[in-house]
């Protein structure tokens, strides 16, 4: 069985950054991409930013310049760094792991952009 358990999530000023972590533990076999998909109220769950096992990342544009996503060396930990945030960031953040056999999800993590 596999956890994907996520911390780093909070309320934080607009302005203001975060950093996500995302970590799997139990037996499975090696993920082929890692990432992170936000859902906000009302609306569809979507990608934010994700990592191949090669090291190819793909943002999504509203992340691209101010988010960083990076990954441990073992490749079984998956980070978001978020600078400049913004109202319209607040969502339920899922960490994502996927192999050649299944998609893991996280239980999410609440950001909330606020003043």
């Known amino acids: 069985q596999v956890h994907l358990v996520e911390s780093g999530g909070g309320l934080v000023q607009p302005g203001g950054s975060l950093r996500l972590s995302c970590a799997a533990s139990?037996?499975?076999?090696?993920?082929?991409?890692m990432g992170w998909y936000r859902q906000a109220p009302g609306k569809d769950r979507g990608l934010v930013a994700d990592?191949?096992?090669?090291?190819?990342?793909t943002y999504a544009d509203s992340a691209e310049g101010r988010f960083t996503i990076s990954r441990d060396n073992a490749k079984t930990t998956v980070y978001l760094q978020m600078n400049n945030l913004k109202p319209e960031d607040t969502a339920v953040y899922y960490c994502?792991?996927?192999?050649?056999?299944?998609?893991?999800w996280g239980q999410g993590t609440q950001v909330t952009v606020s003043s």
């Open positions: 994502h792991a996927a192999n050649t056999y299944t998609n893991y």
């Open positions: 139990g037996t499975f076999f090696s993920f082929n991409v």
């Open positions: 990592i191949t096992n090669s090291g190819s990342i």
